[in-house]
């Protein structure tokens, strides 16, 4: 109420409507102008202009949508999961509070709030290098990831600003590191590595505590001194006493004694008895063994004496009183006790206090505090550290834990792997002269041992033989001869024993050695070696180190003895007696660390990472130890729960019933529909996030390279996306390290095709096989043939039924030819026929094939299974060897069988898609039939060729046979008549005769009885008719297309169990036509293969702005652009707004928007092919106008701009409704109100005023306008110019009146014209069209020459071909202005064209070089002027100034490097104005009378250019001047006028010649001898009438040949002649012609006359004209026509 009374009763002076409106004026005055000047000089992008009558709310809305429209991404959100009234229970694990915080105030269904790489970590805690586990009543989303802060105090801190603590490098460890391992694990080189990759540093706990160890040391030493003080005192005591009461005994004995060798045999025993104890660990030195003698000694002079019991008495207990009273602690066996104690302490680890350890190391935390800051850019304050050699016993542990020193990690380093060999090994290789010394010191007591028993045993066995020396000299011979051979015997088996020993590196135990080795003083004097007592074998530490001189005398009595260290590998140690004090360490140290572990474990927030070290090197280590801290920061995956498919669940129950809530369009309603209908299991797997390898196991991508499917069965969650595996190992290997299977920066290598082409044989596979290789640059690998290569390796031919059946068939036949009885060949047919046989079988050789051959050719004969080593052999190397692992192929007829394929999900070969070719048994019949018979009639007639061959062999074998054999009949013959003439001499010569005859029968029928004519076989009854083939090979063919589709249908089972894809494509059709099918079935597994893994999920837009406004997801970079469109060439960003639908879609991380269904299909086929292009440059508002006549299109067009863009189609009408409608009580309103009320129309000032604050509307400043018919006069124009309202185009749409007329008549006609009338009447468009016309004229002008934006369209065109014009002209406009501001901004050279530039801005703007090229006078030193053409397509702008350039060339050299053409590092300025070249007219020249031309005139350039010859002095033309250096110059040419103003420097200062040509003085013509007046007058005529008369060759009827060329030539100068009139050429032209056509009347005549007479309606219907012409012309005068 008050606000409402208050401004009536109290006004303030400035409230005043004058004082307003002087105000105003003021500011006009005094701020506008200046303010203006700052604006123009801002960027235009980010300059924004609203208008101030709007209201608030209006202008700030204008100001949103500006920003958004130059893709300013919204401030992120940072939204409270949990509020005070709804706690969470502490008690719940990470997971169940996950799970509920991410279902808090959900986006949408099915989006929920992700993990983050913090984890339960609180991010404020952290970047203070603490890791403090967030509380779920302080949790947050921010980004659409879920944190947990641990106070409320962090959490306001978080919310303030949370990118300090969520950016690079976070999240890092606060590098809080613990170390422990057993001696020579490689501690401290871990630590170090680890310290130096943190940039941290080591705490040694013993350099921390050196001092207090020091100290702690010498109170152990004066300790142990005044214990061991007092011990040695008491012991020394004790001895003695013990020599009192044992003198006693000994004088008591010594009165018993009778003899005085039982007293020497009593002292030898005491001497014994001294010797024994002072071997004894505790035994003194050589002073104390000296006293013991000097005791012995005097006890012998006592007993010597016979001193009676009482003097010995006396004497004994003065000497013991006078001991007694003498020790102390400078006593020599009290010091050697004291020095021993002394040594063992030094050698003893000390270990200080638990207290001072957390002190020491709590300190040097605190000192690293104050220096943390410099470590790196945005260290932690806390952290940095790495401790090493700390105690790991739970004390000391727990001293940690009071003073809250705890480490983020315990790392302990374990040798667990083979009993520690690493370990041993290095400790050995530490200590290993050490060691070797003590083995070589028991392996030689041992061999003296053995030395010594064996010398004992040859003693015994000498004194034997020297008892039996007293028998026969024989028998002694002998007895030596044998103890010698014996003796050797001996020595060689004590070699061996010892070589053994040494070899097989047998230890016994130290009680064994030490109880066994007692040396004796003849041992000690032998050998010269040996310890002084059993001290020197129980030493445990292992820091003592033998001189150099001890261990190379050890080394020689090694030599001696034969001795040798036992052997062991490289990387091995000797299992030696000796290694058990280091194993004992290795095992204290895992004792302590069982005992440790518990109370580590205790603590929550520290992890302990045991490292096995076998195996491992340094960086090794720390890569697993860097994994181990990184491990509680990074994303956790795990095995898919119940809880996930719950929460799938309950999405889809969610989505499902927001659909059927939802009142949407129809297309979208259609498309729920649809999704209803689907398979909920395909809905949800549809829906699903997958992960970057989407169903495929990326293990065995990583791994393998290879594309093997996943089952949901074997699947995980990491980062909320889900992975799917192949089996459950490769899931569990994935979640232990998953960052080494995901993709980080790039997206995962995909890779090449692989296909498997399956079907019956006749199914034309190979074809389309091969076919498609060579289209995608692919290997083509055939199966059987591979195998069909791998065999003919070694039997030189295929393997295969039908080779089998030639083999056969030519075995046959050669049987045949050595089939018949009477068959012997000689040596050369044999011959011939084995080198037959050998080149026609080879494989009848015997061959040594391996296993694998014989498999692949027993599968190639016989069918028979591949063995799953063969598969292997062969097969995988197609997947895992190069080039087909990188290049791809296409495997043909493989799987054959269920067993291959069984094969291939066995090993994880697996084809990115199998293709089936499907086809009837007739069309397989019909394709192999004809192949196969051609076949079996090739055999035929094959056969019956070998068969006569055969048959012609036998006959000439046979024939030589008979001839054989009838000599050899003959022969015999001749030998019985020979045998009966010697015998019946006296018989009848008829009879003899009569006998021959005989003889001969005989001998033929012998031949044909023994040669039999063999029957003519050659048409065997049994052999196979064409017809019976036929059927056999139907037969067959059908019997392996039921095969074929049994496995195919087999295989296809086996390979829908690993979730390969399969396509079937029917191949009935002609080959091209199959091909053509299977590449459509693959084009989109080829064209999109890059994308293979992404997947995009559609969404609305509303939840699309939601998602964007709540930093769920991220716009991209694309903004609101289309991708697709953008990749299309598009330069005008679509507006957004309720009537323009659009269609985002989510990609990864990001929202792409588009402007179709059909371009978000596109892009989610292939979003990497779109989202690599470059990203849009800046939007720029399109503002263009449309004039042209009425009816020529300019409304559809700007209303089509309007739809597809979202522009806004104004005119003049719509701006000044807008006026009256949206601001009806300002100034500019009313008064337009007052015109139009009076019925008069708006005056153009006030419309321009309208149409200038509607342009600052929100649509207007952020899309575009295209303004609708406007301007259209001059005045107009005028106006337009001066509110700086300047389309960046202006299209014209050209049309003539009658087409004008014709749309008009058909806009009455049409079913949808308006119900309203119209002023469209056929005067009122007369009028408009003509009022148009008489001021377009005068307006294309002004436009063309001030901003060169008129563009010309021919609107006679249909409108879609007018739509594309305009369109591609303004994008390329667009293209143009983005450029230009991308390229400014970037402070580079920009091309000016079509920028609507006026000629006074460029001259107020120009450079250094005015309008002279930069770039010619730059690299060639050439004054190029561009001022000559008004066009600005060769300018550019750099550094505020504009730069014309001579051409396209020049002008890219320009933009690439403009600093190199512009001072200061151009390499020529431009000279003053007065030494610049001006280009002169003839009227110029003469204006400068009496200024005489240089040189006389000449033109310089030809001068120059000739070399400065006699014959290069040219005059010039003063057509062809100019002015330079306040001198005149004429040239040749225009060219040569070029030449000069390019380079004057180079043509102006010449000297001419002291001899010039002459003069040339006008003569005139008539004055010219006759040859010379021809030559000047008529020369260029006569040639020209010359050539023709050559050329035509004329010869008039009845005239010679001379006189016609002579007339001919006439004619032509005639016609020809310039100086005549044009009455006269054209008479003369018309005789010439005539008489052309007179002298070609001969050689027509000449070819259609012939030698018969023909009748006349034969003749050519044109000869009896010509010939009666032809006649005509005797005597009759040419000149006379």
């Not at 209006?58 to 100001?63: A, G, P």
């Not at 809905?683 to 791994?703: A, N, Q, S, W, Y």
């Not at 110029?1484 to 290069?1512: I, N, S």
Request: overall charge negative.
């Amino acid at each position: 109420m008050l606000t409402e009374i208050l401004p009536h009763l109290v006004q303030r002076p400035e409230d005043f409507l004058e004082n307003v409106q002087q105000k105003i004026e003021v500011y006009r005055d005094t701020v506008l102008h200046p303010l203006e000047e700052l604006m123009a000089e801002q960027d235009s992008q980010y300059l924004i202009e609203l208008d101030g009558n709007k209201s608030s709310d209006e202008l700030f809305t204008s100001v949103i949508a500006h920003l958004q429209s130059m893709g300013l991404r919204n401030g992120a959100l940072i939204t409270r999961l949990q509020s005070a009234e709804e706690e969470i229970m502490e008690g719940l694990e990470s997971d169940e509070i996950f799970r509920t915080l991410a279902a808090y105030k959900l986006v949408a269904p099915r989006y929920r709030w992700r993990r983050s790489r913090w984890g339960r970590a609180c991010p404020v805690a952290l970047k203070d290098g603490r890791i403090v586990m967030g509380s779920p009543d302080f949790a947050v989303s921010f980004l659409g990831k879920m944190y947990t802060l641990s106070t409320e105090e962090a959490l306001n801190t978080f919310m303030l600003n949370p990118r300090p603590f969520l950016l690079p490098p976070m999240p890092l460890p606060p590098c809080k590191v613990l170390i422990i391992g057993p001696p020579f694990s490689g501690r401290s080189t871990l630590c170090q590595a680890i310290a130096n990759y943190y940039t941290g540093k080591v705490l040694d706990m013993d350099v921390l505590l050196k001092s207090h160890l020091e100290e702690a040391r010498l109170e152990l030493i004066e300790q142990t001194r005044s214990d061991a003080t007092a011990a040695g005192i008491a012991k020394v005591k004790e001895k003695i006493e013990m020599e009192r009461l044992f003198r006693e005994e000994f004088a008591l004995g010594a009165e018993e004694l009778t003899g005085d060798k039982e007293l020497e045999d009593f002292e030898e025993s005491f001497q014994v008895d001294e010797e024994s104890s002072s071997e004894q660990p505790s035994a003194a030195t050589s002073r104390s063994q000296r006293s013991q003698i000097t005791t012995g000694s005097t006890v012998r002079e006592v007993a010597s004496r016979e001193l009676s019991t009482s003097e010995m008495e006396e004497q004994t207990d003065s000497a013991l009183q006078v001991l007694d009273s003498n020790i102390t602690a400078d006593h020599p066996e009290v010091q050697d006790i004291v020095n021993k104690a002394i040594q063992v302490a030094l050698q003893s680890p000390i270990l200080l206090p638990p207290e001072m350890y957390s002190t020491a190391l709590q300190e040097a935390v605190m000192e690293l505090t104050t220096t943390n800051k410099n470590r790196f850019l945005g260290a932690p304050l806390n952290g940095g550290w790495v401790v090493d050699n700390f105690p790991p016993l739970p004390e000391y542990w727990s001293a940690l834990t009071e003073n809250d020193l705890l480490p983020d990690i315990l790392i302990c380093l374990k040798n667990t792997e083979q009993n520690g060999k690493l370990l041993l090994n290095r400790l050995y290789m530490a200590n290993k002269d050490e060691l070797d010394a003590k083995i070589l010191k028991r392996l030689m007591v041992e061999a003296l041992k053995r030395k010594q028993e064996e010398e004992e045993t040859r003693k015994e066995l000498q004194e034997m033989l020297r008892l039996e020396a007293d028998e026969s000299a024989g028998e002694r011979d002998v007895q030596t001869t044998s103890l010698e051979e014996f003796s050797a015997t001996e020595q060689d088996q004590m070699e061996q024993p010892l070589d053994s020993a040494a070899s097989e590196g047998k230890v016994k135990s130290k009680e064994s050695v030490q109880s066994q080795y007692i040396p004796t003083e003849s041992s000690r004097e032998d050998s010269q070696i040996g310890p002084e007592s059993e001290e020197y074998f129980e030493t445990e530490g292992l820091t003592e180190l033998h001189s150099s001189e001890q261990l190379q005398e050890m080394k020689d009595t090694e030599s001696d003895l034969g001795i040798k260290l036992p052997e062991f590998p490289e990387d091995g140690f000797p299992d030696v007696l000796e290694m058990e004090p280091l194993k004992n360490k290795i095992s204290h140290f895992m004792n302590l660390w069982q005992k440790l572990e518990p109370v580590v474990t205790e603590a929550p927030l520290v992890q302990i990472a045991d490292i096995e070290i076998e195996g491992q090197t340094p960086e090794m280590l720390l890569d697993t130890s860097d994994r181990a801290m990184k491990r509680p920061l990074k994303y956790q995956g795990w095995e898919i729960a119940q809880e996930d498919e719950d929460e799938e669940q309950d999405d889809l129950q969610a989505e499902t019933e927001a659909l059927a809530e939802e009142e949407e369009e129809e297309e979208e309603e259609d498309d729920a529909e649809s999704e209803e209908e689907e398979d909920e299991e395909k809905v949800i797997e549809r829906k699903r996030r997958m992960g970057d390898t989407k169903h495929f196991c990326p293990v065995i991508l990583k791994e393998n390279f290879i594309l093997y499917p996943g089952s949901y069965e074997n699947g995980a969650k990491y980062q909320d996306s889900y992975y799917y595996f192949s089996t459950s190992e490769n899931r569990d290997k994935f979640l232990e390290n998953p960052d080494i299977y995901v993709s980080h920066n790039k997206p995962l290598k995909i890779p090449p095709l692989r296909v498997c082409l399956l079907g019956s044989h006749g199914s034309g596979k190979t074809v389309c096989a091969r076919w498609l290789a060579n289209k995608l640059g692919i290997f083509h690998i055939q199966f059987e043939e591979r195998l069909q290569e791998l065999i003919m390796l070694k039997t030189g031919t295929r393997v295969g039924p039908e080779t089998e059946e030639e083999d056969e068939e030519e075995a046959a036949g050669m049987q045949e030819m050595g089939g018949s009885p009477t068959f012997v060949p000689d040596s050369a047919i044999e011959t011939e026929m084995e080198s037959e046989d050998e080149k026609r079988s080879p494989e009848q050789k015997e061959l040594q094939l391996t296993d694998e051959e014989e498999a692949i050719k027993a599968n190639l004969a016989e069918n028979e299974p591949l063995p799953a080593g063969v598969l292997e052999n062969v097969v995988s190397e197609w997947w895992t060897k190069e080039p087909f692992r990188s290049t791809g192929f296409i495997l043909d007829g493989f799987p054959r069988t269920v067993d291959e394929a069984a094969y291939l999900a066995e090993r994880g070969l697996c084809p990115d898609i199998v293709v089936y070719l499907e086809v009837e048994e007739d069309e397989v019949s019909d394709r192999i039939l004809p192949t196969l018979l051609k076949k079996w009639q090739d055999k035929q007639n094959q056969k019956k060729e070998k068969k006569q061959k055969i048959k012609e062999e036998k006959a000439k074998i046979r024939e030589d046979q008979i001839i054989k054999r009838r000599i050899e009949l003959l022969a015999m013959q001749a030998k019985r008549r020979q045998y009966s003439e010697a015998r019946l001499e006296g018989e009848v010569a008829d009879d003899d005769e009569e006998e021959e005859e005989e003889e001969e029968d005989d001998i033929e029928a012998v031949l044909e009885e023994e040669f039999p004519k063999e029957e003519d076989d050659m048409e065997d009854e049994d052999e196979e008719q064409e017809s019976e083939a036929i059927e056999r090979l139907k037969t067959e063919i059908a019997e392996k297309f039921e095969m074929d589709l049994g496995n195919m249908q087999a295989v296809q089972e086996e390979l829908e169990k690993i979730l390969i894809p399969q396509v079937t494509i029917g191949s009935k059709r002609k080959p091209h036509i199959v091909c053509y099918q299977l590449y459509k079935k693959l084009k989109d597994l080829v064209e999109n293969r890059e994308s293979l893994f992404e997947k995009c999920y559609p969404l609305s837009v509303s939840l699309a702005r939601k998602m964007i406004t709540l930093s769920y997801k991220h716009p991209s970079n694309f903004g609101e652009w289309d991708p697709i469109k953008l990749s299309e060439g598009d330069a005008i960003k679509p507006y957004q707004s309720p009537s323009i639908p659009s269609f985002p879609v989510i990609h990864r991380n990001s929202i792409y928007f588009f402007a179709s269904k059909e371009n978000r299909d596109t892009f989610m086929k292939n979003p990497i092919k779109y989202i690599r292009q470059l990203k849009p440059k800046s939007t720029v508002p399109v503002k263009i106008a449309i004039v042209g006549p009425p009816k020529s299109g300019k409304t559809t067009v700007a209303k089509k701009f309007a739809s597809v863009y979202g522009l806004m189609r104004l005119s003049m009408g719509d701006a000044i409704r807008m006026i009256l409608s949206d601001q009806p009580d300002t100034e500019l309103a009313l008064m337009l109100k007052w015109h139009l009320h009076k019925g008069l129309t708006a005056p153009d000032e006030l419309a321009i005023q309208a149409l200038d604050i509607a342009l600052m509307s929100s649509v207007c400043i952020t899309a575009g306008v295209v303004i609708d018919g406007y301007p259209v006069t001059r005045k107009q124009v005028n106006l337009l110019e001066h509110m700086k309202i300047i389309p960046v185009k202006i299209f014209e749409m050209q049309i003539d009146a009658e087409e004008v007329f014709r749309r008009a008549l058909l806009d009455k006609q049409s079913p949808d014209k308006l119900p309203y009338p119209l002023h469209d009447s056929s005067q009122i468009l007369s009028i408009k069209n003509s009022c148009y016309r008489t001021q377009v004229e005068e307006i294309r002008a002004y436009y063309e020459e001030q901003h060169q934006n008129w563009y010309v369209i021919d609107a006679l065109h249909s409108k879609w071909w007018i739509w594309d014009k305009v369109l591609d002209e303004t994008q390329k406009i667009t293209k143009q202005i983005q450029m230009y501001l991308e390229r400014i901004r970037q402070r580079k050279a920009a091309s000016i064209a079509h920028l609507c530039i006026t000629p006074q801005e460029l001259l107020s703007r120009l450079g250094d070089f005015g309008q002279y090229c930069p770039v010619s006078l730059a690299e060639k030193g050439e004054l190029v002027d561009c001022s000559v053409t008004p066009s600005l397509q060769f300018a550019a702008e750099f550094r505020g100034h504009y730069y014309k350039m001579a051409g396209q060339e020049e002008l890219d050299k320009f933009l690439n490097t403009p600093e190199l053409y512009v001072p200061p590092l151009a390499p020529h300025p431009l000279p003053l104005p007065s030494k610049l070249p001006q280009k002169l007219t003839a009227a110029d020249v003469k204006a400068l009378f009496p200024m005489q031309a240089e040189m006389q005139g000449y033109c310089p350039v030809t001068y120059l250019d000739g070399k400065q010859r006699y014959e290069a002095l040219v005059p010039g033309n003063i057509e062809y001047a100019a002015l330079y250096r306040k001198k005149l110059y004429i040239f040749e040419s225009e060219e040569k006028l070029q030449k000069f103003m390019r380079s004057p420097e180079k043509y102006w200062k010449q000297t001419l010649p002291h001899k010039l040509p002459p003069k040339k003085e006008p003569v005139f013509l008539t004055a010219l001898p006759l040859t010379g007046y021809l030559e000047q007058g008529v020369a260029t005529a006569l040639i020209k009438a010359m050539n023709e008369v050559g050329c035509l060759k004329p010869k008039f009827p009845f005239l010679s040949v001379k006189k016609t060329a002579l007339l001919f030539i006439a004619y032509h100068l005639k016609a020809f002649n310039p100086r005549s009139s044009d009455y006269m050429r054209k008479k003369y032209k018309r005789k010439l012609d005539r008489f052309i056509d007179n002298c070609e009347l001969i050689p027509y005549l000449g070819t259609k006359m012939t030698k018969k007479y023909k009748e006349p309606p034969n003749r050519p219907i044109d000869f009896d004209h010509k010939l009666h012409t032809f006649l005509s012309l005797k005597g009759v005068d040419p000149t006379s026509l």
